[in-house]
């Protein structure tokens, strides 16, 4: 699940930069769909859980339910990412300007590894510091981007969306590092 929220992600950034529509709605009825069968994955775990040991289900559950929750709240940062972007695009409105989404994109690739890197099992402690300096980063982005606003004449309904991609970013990010955590704390309860 986490490799279709990256890709994802991924999608709703191109689509939104590249003004496609199409791709833009595709992708944001997938996003609906990873939400729902999220849903359906925890509704059956908590049927297998009642079957099961309940010493065992509590220690087993209680990391399956935080990564579950974690996974949820990246699905919402993709929704709240891509119905802003959709509608952007859907109402022909004028597009970010090109030097802040060369920026964006730039830390969308940072992002994207850093996923990557999640997938790849790379050591958690070493991903979850990473994570953090790129909060840090977006969020230094995010103030130059409201500073910009405020001194320039400059779109001020295409860079509302891009500060919310910015925020929704973060969020993903905080949401990234949680489950790093989680599922290093999974992995743990599991070999015992």
């Known amino acids: ?16 930069f590249c003004e496609d529509y199409r791709s833009l709605k595709q992708v944001t009825a997938k996003i609906e769909e990873m939400h729902k069968e999220i849903k359906r994955q925890r509704r059956k775990q908590i ?10 289900s509590v220690e087993k559950g209680t990391w399956y339910f935080l990564t579950n929750s974690t996974l949820t709240e990246m699905v919402y940062s993709l929704k709240r990412m891509g119905e802003p972007c959709r509608d952007h695009v859907s109402n022909n409105f004028q597009p970010v300007e090109p030097s802040f989404a060369h920026d964006f994109l730039s830390y969308r690739e940072e992002v994207l590894r850093l996923f990557d890197r999640t997938l790849e099992h790379e050591t958690n402690e070493q991903i979850r510091e990473d994570i953090l300096r790129m909060q840090a980063s977006l969020s230094t982005y995010r103030k130059r981007i409201i500073h910009d606003i405020e001194t320039q004449q400059l779109n001020i309904e295409a860079m509302t969306v891009l500060l919310n991609m910015v925020q929704e970013t973060q969020l993903l990010l905080g949401s990234l590092r949680q489950l790093a955590k989680g599922l290093m704390n999974f992995g743990a309860s599991l070999s015992r």
């Open 1 to 16: 699940c986490v490799a279709l929220v990256r890709e994802r992600y991924e999608l709703v950034t191109s689509a939104f």
């Open 47 to 56: 049927v297998g859980l009642r079957n099961i040991d309940p010493i065992v």
